[in-house]
């Protein structure tokens, strides 16, 4: 399965988290993981990661929050944006992140 446009958004508000990337990607992961789990998946069963981050990747942040988030390492690519989209107003939108999932 495919899972995209994940960002660091408080899914009770629709606000952004605080923290920066760091929060933002902390956050993106757990929307992700509820997602996973309603379709009968897991983080444990993602394949692949796209990590789209605004302005400098800062690669070893973002490794450092997927090995903390997710039970195996899985393969990921990692790069720097000019921008994300900022719905639904003017937030600042730091990371997303897209994946691929096996399903059991």
Not at 27 to 45: H, Q, V, Y
Not at 68 to 96: C, D, Y
């Amino acid at each position: 399965m495919w899972v995209t446009a994940q960002a660091g958004r408080d899914p009770e508000n629709g606000e952004l988290v605080a923290g920066g990337l760091e929060g933002q990607l902390d956050r993106a992961i757990s929307n992700l993981e509820a997602i996973l789990d309603d379709c009968g998946s897991s983080l444990d069963s993602v394949i692949k990661t796209m990590v789209m981050v605004v302005g400098d990747p800062s690669e070893t942040l973002v490794d450092a929050v997927l090995a903390r988030r997710f039970p195996k390492l899985p393969a990921r690519t990692i790069f720097g944006v000019a921008f994300l989209a900022a719905e639904p107003g003017h937030e600042s939108v730091a990371v997303q992140l897209d994946v691929v999932a096996s399903i059991a």
